[in-house]
């Protein structure tokens, strides 16, 4: 079984600040997906960016990267140069990639507030 | 392209009534997960379906719940005699095969509320 833990319930970051969000993750496939998901206030799921576990580089998608230390198991998200827009929850989610259409496993998520 | 569409957005029912969330896919994907998210809490995946059959129903609850994904229109989650437990977002998504990420793509949630 997967598992997902963000630690973090809610984080407060400065604006323009870089702020990290930590997920570490359960598994026992070798092969697997992670994915970062945001929810603002009004509920929607957006979909930020993917790290595959046999990647050899982070994955970056502009102002989001992703910290991958696979023998820590951590997916440790970072976002740089916060902005307001950016206050909203974020959950940390995985699936084994070698079956392709596995449902998603979600960590319980952390709420990030961006500060003028 | 349009997103993953669902309706209603809003659903209030009383206690025993039946509660129907529609999901229409994204153009040209066949699969359709369905998740429900308590407040404060992570999405949890109910069922998996494809047209016309269901792929994992691991996650949903054996009794008054079902689900249907015919050939032609939109997926269907069914909570026969809703209790207020089954207050929560619910959440379809869809997806399809042979792509490296095989992402999933979210509708915008129904929000059920249980009187």
């Known amino acids: 079984a997967q598992k997902i833990t963000q630690t973090q319930p809610g984080m407060f970051v400065q604006e323009k600040e870089a702020v990290t969000l930590d997920c570490t993750y359960d598994t026992s496939d070798q092969s697997y997906g992670l994915f970062w998901y945001k929810q603002p206030s009004s509920g929607e799921m957006i979909f930020l960016i993917y790290q595959g576990s046999y990647d050899e580089q982070n994955a970056t998608e502009g102002r989001y990267s992703l910290n991958f230390q696979k023998a820590r198991k951590s997916a440790n998200l970072v976002i740089s140069a916060s902005q307001l827009g950016d206050s909203a929850m974020y959950f940390c989610a995985m699936r084994p990639a070698y079956s392709g259409n596995t449902p998603l496993v979600f960590g319980k998520g952390t709420r990030l507030s961006v500060i003028a | 392209n349009a997103g993953v569409m669902q309706n209603p957005r809003h659903l209030v029912r009383r206690r025993g009534q039946e509660a129907r969330l529609r999901c229409s896919p994204m153009k040209g994907h066949s699969h359709v997960y369905w998740y429900r998210q308590l407040p404060e809490e992570g999405l949890k995946f109910m069922v998996y379906?494809?047209?016309?059959?269901?792929?994992?129903e691991s996650g949903m609850p054996k009794e008054r719940f079902s689900a249907e994904f015919p050939k032609e229109g939109p997926s269907i989650l069914r909570i026969q005699q809703v209790v207020r437990g089954d207050s929560a977002a619910y959440f379809c998504a869809s997806g399809t095969s042979g792509g490296r990420i095989n992402e999933q793509f979210f509708g915008p949630g129904t929000r059920l509320t249980v009187l």
């Open positions: 379906l494809q047209k016309e059959n269901i792929i994992d």
